[in-house]
């Protein structure tokens, strides 16, 4: 992969998600969400699939030539997000919205378009939003508070991929 092709990949991966430095006593907190086992397809040739590891998931992209090793589930009120930790480094990673709704399994972005808003409200949150990228150090009791109001705004999300659970073949 060249320069600008890894440049381009790594700001899409910087809007697509959440980035956390720190999960704190919240990965603690997360599960396997058992609604999330098995295959899921986009409906243009790629995948997703959520194999259990324990306490937590592996997950395999079609699209991608890696694996995550260790995801969960968050539930903040009714919001849930999926905590994906870096291999790397153990403790880092991305918080990433989704949602099943009659069996489409959606992940949802920070709304770039809302950006300026977001900052007039909670602009000394602890959330940092960059330009091309949403930033928390640590995930606090006061930092969750604030992704679970805004977890209930539409405005400030927008819908990135949405799967359906694929048919086994028999």
Known sequence: MNRKTTALLLAFLLTACIVVHDFGEYWGQGY????????????????????????????????????????????????????????KRNVSGSLNLYALVKGKLGFYVPNSDARDDFIANYGNSGIRVNRNSVDITKLTPEIAGILLKIAQEPKYWIASKSYSRAKLVK
């Open 32 to 87: 396997v969400d058992p609604a999330l086992a098995g295959t899921w397809l986009d409906g243009k040739g790629n995948s997703v699939t959520f194999l259990k590891n324990g306490d937590s998931y592996r997950v395999f992209y079609s699209q991608r030539d890696e694996e995550i090793e260790a995801a969960r589930t968050l539930k903040l009120g009714d919001a849930t997000f999926l905590m994906v930790k870096d291999k």
